[in-house]
């Protein structure tokens, strides 16, 4: 996706400049967290819901580019 962060900057200590990639893009490394928080409560969630979020993971860890980058380091 690559879509400039707008929403909640940042989220949990994501970097300013970080870009929204996507639930499947997390989902590539953590699909395990991704089919679990899909049947919990706030994978369930709309999308008015998520803060303008790229997707639901970002909405509360922040945009997910430079972790993806840096290989899981950022």
Known sequence: K?????GPPGGRGAPADATWAGDEACAACHGDHATQFAVS???????FELACAGGRCESCHGAGSA???????K
Do not use: Q, S
């Open 2 to 6: 690559n879509t400039p962060a707008a």
């Open 41 to 47: 409560i706030h994978g369930r969630l709309r999308a």
């Open 67 to 73: 972790h993806i980058e840096g290989a899981g380091d």
